[in-house]
């Protein structure tokens, strides 16, 4: 189950965009695990793909596709299509142009991606078969479903929908992502699918996104894993009058609402992290720069004696203090370093500090979400990174994945 609540709200239509769903039955036959998304005619699009070297075929032709003026994208759960060599990059292919031939349109217009096990042959054939369905089911409503039906090792649905009005025009932003293991986004360990109807270059949105997943889904760690599948898509249909320019105060107000959708998909991913029982925000502060305070608090929330520490309630802040130290800062000053679960200080000039308790510990430990704030003493950045516990259920999910 999700740590405390993750609603999945109302989700607003956004004009121009269009989503159908079916089951393929690629690994189950209880839900639907096939989305095909239709996007308007005069539609900008703007992605972000895995880092990972042995990246999925959908990921590579997505990649190639992206610069085709995509109409459609085709999404499946239930099989990753990576490892898969040369036959999955003709999967993906084959996919492709299935999807393009149901809809009237080119093979290059449509951005495959897939999610799954990884490193078994994409059943293309129950794809196929399935995409009349999903192309006869499309319509603006069907965002719940959607992402429903992305879902993997997710227990709850995942989306976020707003209306902004910015210079005087009322947009919508609506998306939806799956993700609660192998997250360590780098860029991202997940799939997340946002539209809007504002009107906006293509250049433009791909600046706004990769600035709005820097803060948001590169922020979250699960297990320290990052995917061969993770892509972030941000669709917009430009159906609204609302045009945004760059150096713009509406871009500026564009940006910012992009990335608290992007921000509360990211949280709700770490909330419902494999088996996870806790929510840990690590804030580092008073850091030489950002990168250095992403690098403690990444390096604190990759540590396995951390999270079964916090899963086990058992305020041993010696692995907080050791995750700091081996997280390869330069020149760290130590004895300016400060450690606080919670309000209560741990750690006081880079030693224990001196009123600290182990019951005051432990009480901020048995919370089911927690806040550790590491000030480094060095400078003026601050950056925070959303992790969970690691539990007996992650263990049992991942060993049994494939069962």
């Given at each position: ?6 609603p999945f709200p109302p ?105 799954g096990v990884i490193g ?226 741990i750690v006081k000039n ?54």
């Amino acid at each position: 189950m999700a740590v405390g609540p993750v609603p999945f709200p109302p989700m607003r239509p956004v004009a121009g965009i269009e989503l159908g769903t079916a089951c393929a039955g690629i690994k189950q036959q209880i839900r639907d695990d096939i989305v095909v998304v239709q996007m308007a005619d005069q539609a900008t699009i703007a992605a972000v793909f895995t880092r990972n070297a042995f990246c999925a075929a959908p990921v590579v032709v997505a990649r190639e596709n992206l610069t085709h003026n995509p109409r459609w994208l085709l999404i499946n759960s239930g099989n990753a299509n990576a490892g898969t060599g040369a036959q999955g990059m003709q999967d993906a292919l084959t996919t492709c142009s299935d999807l393009a031939s149901a809809v009237d349109g080119a093979r290059q217009q449509v951005l495959p991606f897939s999610t799954g096990v990884i490193g078994e042959p994409l059943p293309v054939s129950k794809i196929t078969a399935a995409l009349p369905e999903a192309v006869g089911n499309l319509a603006a409503d069907n965002w719940d479903k959607a992402a429903r039906a992305i879902m993997t090792t997710d227990t709850v649905p995942k989306g976020v929908s707003v209306k902004c009005d910015i210079a005087g025009h009322s947009i919508t932003l609506t998306g939806i992502a799956k993700g609660a293991g192998m997250i360590q986004p780098n860029m991202a360990t997940l799939l997340a699918f946002i539209a809007t109807d504002a009107t906006i270059s293509q250049t433009l949105l791909q600046q706004c996104l990769a600035q709005a997943v820097e803060q948001s889904f590169n922020r979250i760690s699960v297990d320290g894993d990052t995917s061969t599948n993770d892509a972030c898509v941000l669709m917009a249909s430009a159906c609204s009058a609302l045009t945004i320019t760059q150096d713009s105060a509406a871009y500026a107000l564009f940006s910012e609402a992009v990335s608290t959708v992007c921000r509360q998909l990211a949280e709700a991913i770490v909330r419902d992290g494999e088996g996870a029982t806790k929510l840990i925000r690590i804030v580092v502060k008073d850091a030489l720069d950002n990168d250095e305070a992403v690098l403690v608090g990444k390096t604190i929330a990759h540590s396995p004696l951390v999270k079964t520490a916090f899963f086990a309630s058992d305020p041993n802040w010696g692995r907080i203090l050791a995750a700091v130290g081996r997280s390869g800062v330069e020149n760290m000053a130590i004895d300016k370093i400060n450690i606080y679960l919670g309000a209560v200080c741990i750690v006081k000039n880079g030693g224990r500090a001196p009123d600290y308790t182990e019951a005051a510990g432990q009480k901020v430990m048995r919370e089911e979400e927690i806040t550790v704030t590491v000030s480094m003493g060095r400078g003026d950045a601050c950056q925070e990174v959303l992790t969970c516990d690691f539990s007996y259920d992650y263990v049992r999910i991942n060993a049994e994945y494939r069962t």
